[in-house]
């Protein structure tokens, strides 16, 4: 059974950093892209950045030249590197898999930023 495992939320001040990571767990065969979307109280999920299991990034304009994504293919892991943190980047972040041609969530992480 896959599983994905976030880590990394916490509470921090505006213009500050956070690195969210989420690993992928269980008997599969590949990976395709990973990514994380968010959803603010109130808000619907919405797209934050993704990775293709060759490396090419896409980014949501509201985090772009702020947040950086990568993964490491060897530890079925991608990070979210989020820089110059503002408070409307709080929310629930959620890691999303595309394993073996099936979606995955993972629980969530909660990010709070404060003014």
């Known amino acids: 059974q896959v599983q994905l495992v976030e880590s990394g939320g916490g509470l921090v001040q505006a213009g500050h950093s956070l690195r969210l990571s989420c690993a992928a767990s269980?008997?599969?065969?590949?990976?395709?892209?990973m990514g994380w979307y968010r959803q603010a109280p109130g808000k619907q999920r919405e797209f934050v950045a993704a990775?293709?299991?060759?490396?090419?990034?896409s980014y949501a304009d509201s985090v772009k030249g702020r947040f950086t994504i990568s993964r490491d293919n060897a530890k079925n892991t991608v990070y979210l590197q989020m820089n110059s943190l503002k408070p409307e980047d709080t929310a629930v972040y959620y890691c999303?898999?595309?394993?073996?041609?099936?979606?995955?969530w993972g629980q969530g992480t909660q990010v709070t930023v404060s003014s």
């Open positions: 269980g008997s599969m065969f590949s990976i395709n892209h």
């Open positions: 999303y898999a595309m394993i073996d041609l099936r979606g995955y």
């Open positions: 990775v293709t299991s060759g490396g090419s990034t």
